[in-house]
């Protein structure tokens, strides 16, 4: 009986645990394929932005962020990451000097406006 026991007779030995659940395991899913990266255009966006078309700026902020999420996921190629956050950082400076404008653009027309109203008025008093 000892001889039929180790001839390979495998019928009585129970699977280690390990085998059975590797058994009902479904296969792992197919690489997935990363997005090329668009760090030249952000960047190429950015530059444009700050020296010509400052809507360039606004949607090289808006396109960095939205790749450095999927670089960050693991959805894009992230060998662009560093021209992308430069081109990031130019449409954020870019956006601050249109803001800063726009500011400045107000506040002049404003003192603009109170010195000419100002100076309107004080002469019909003079002509009176």
Not at 4 to 21: A, I, L, M, R, V
Not at 32 to 60: D, E, K
Request: net charge negative.
């Amino acid at each position: 009986m000892d001889n039929n026991e180790n001839n390979g007779n495998n019928e009585n030995k129970e699977t280690p645990p390990y085998e059975q659940f590797q058994q009902y395991q479904t296969p792992p899913p197919p690489p997935m394929q990363l997005q090329p990266h668009r760090g030249t255009m952000i960047l190429v966006f950015g530059i444009v932005g700050l020296v010509a078309c400052q809507i360039f700026g606004i949607l090289a902020w808006i396109f960095g962020n939205e790749d450095l999420k999927k670089m960050e996921y693991g959805q894009m190629d992230p060998s662009g990451r560093d021209l992308t956050n430069i081109g990031r950082i130019l449409g954020i400076i870019s956006v601050g000097l249109i803001i800063l404008g726009i500011v400045f653009g107000l506040v002049y027309f404003f003192f603009f406006m109170g010195v000419m109203g100002a100076a309107a008025s004080d002469g019909l008093k003079f002509f009176n």
